[in-house]
């Protein structure tokens, strides 16, 4: 029985972790915007995804912190991405201080991320409610 729940709800809940990830990278980017030297980071989602599913275990990723009075990842959190799968960004225009950031590109990202998490989130709530539906013989 719980095998069933897990398969069934497996696919949105990694999509799910993956979206959150993905949100936290293009904050992190967002919040970096005038660092210099600093390069703008991604994933692709599609084979992140496929590989999160495919049954194959994934390494966290380390937060880089320049200084020592740096946030570092919240205790316990173990991110779905390995450091491999990160890509850089290409910049769209070139910055003296070598700043790989767009602005406009990143948040046309958190947006459209933020739209698919919250979108994924609530096709995980529709089949967890039609699962307690089901159970109570509704």
Same mark, same amino acid.
């Given at each position: 029985? =719980? ?8 696919? !949105?809940?990694? @999509? *799910?972790?993956?979206?959150? $990830? #993905? ?25 992140? =995804? ?8 994934? !390494?966290?990723? @380390? *937060?880089?912190?320049?200084? $020592? #009075? ?25 910055? =003296? ?42």
């Amino acid at each position: 029985m =719980l095998n069933r729940l897990d398969s069934s709800l497996g696919f !949105q809940s990694q @999509a *799910l972790l993956l979206r959150a $990830e #993905r949100q936290r990278l293009i904050a992190s980017n967002i919040a970096n915007a005038d660092t210099p030297g600093f390069q703008a980071r991604d994933f692709d989602f599609a084979s992140a =995804l496929r590989e999160a599913t495919g049954g194959a275990r994934v !390494q966290p990723v @380390a *937060l880089a912190a320049t200084g $020592e #009075r740096h946030l570092g990842a919240p205790t316990g959190a173990t991110p779905p991405v390995r450091e491999a799968s990160l890509l850089y960004a290409l910049p769209s225009q070139t910055n =003296l201080d070598g700043n790989s950031v767009d602005m406009d590109r990143e948040r046309a990202s958190f947006v459209d991320n933020a739209v698919k998490y919250e979108a994924t989130l609530r096709f995980l709530n529709n089949s967890l409610r039609e699962m307690q539906d089901a159970i109570k013989g509704q």
